[in-house]
């Protein structure tokens, strides 16, 4: 298939107008009219997701994450970003990228961890202007009251964290949650409007733990772990309407950072 014809499918449910402006979504390496035969999906361009795509035949690398984000003025394998596209490049790999549009997409990333996490009834907890459900976050309610100790356990063991940092149990049990994936501190203020119990996001800063005021708990449970769930849901989107493509979860997606308990 020509690449146009796959990325339009991921630009129906996540439009690139709706990535903000400092983004970079899009196709960053090859042409629209390329043709290609098979796409792995991953949430970074690494040098391991393409040994992987080179190993299983993928010519078209579909991420979360865009490689490149500011102009680059050279190429001589100086960094991994720069050997990464020098390499897909070389041996005509496309890169394309669906970051904050994927995002902020009704049903998109946020709405993904809340179904993972158990969490229902979903509203947007920061609307885009245009709203038609566009925008970032979401928050909505468990079942039922839980302890919000165990709660954060739970979360853990279903998104594989190696830890979560949070701020003080102010609340003793949880029932209304807010997530934003990815790094999300500028929502916590819509988090507290939003009368939620815990807001859950990633990249909190020391001050962020403080931010709440002791009205609702924040959770920092990492970015990658926040926004594992891409891989997923692009797969979805691709398989559901392209039968006859073969599109590929990546096995070899990490996370770069690594805890020590």
Known sequence: MKIKEITDVIERFAPLGWQESYDNAGLIVGREDDEVHRALLAVDVTEEVLDE??????????????????????????DPVQRCVERAIRDRIALYACHTNLDSAPDGMSWRLAE??????????????????VGFGVVGDLPEAVDMVEYLHRVRRRLG???IRHSDIVRPTVRRVALCTGAGASLIADARRACADL????????????????????????????????????????????????????????NPVNYLM
């Open 53 to 78: 795509a080179r190993d299983e035949g993928c010519d078209l690398v579909i991420t979360h994450h865009p490689i490149i984000f500011h102009a680059l003025k050279r190429f001589n394998s100086a």
């Open 116 to 133: 993972v996490l158990g969490i229902t009834a979903l509203e947007v907890l920061q609307p885009a202007p245009s709203g038609d459900g």
């Open 161 to 163: 964290v190696g830890a």
């Open 199 to 254: 807001y859950i996001t990633a990249d909190l800063k020391y001050n962020d733990f403080m931010t709440p005021d002791r009205d609702l708990v924040v959770a920092d449970v990492g970015h990658f772990e926040s926004e594992y769930c891409a891989i997923q849901l692009l797969f979805d989107v691709l398989s559901k309407n392209l039968r006859t493509f073969a599109v590929r979860k990546s096995e070899r997606s990490r």
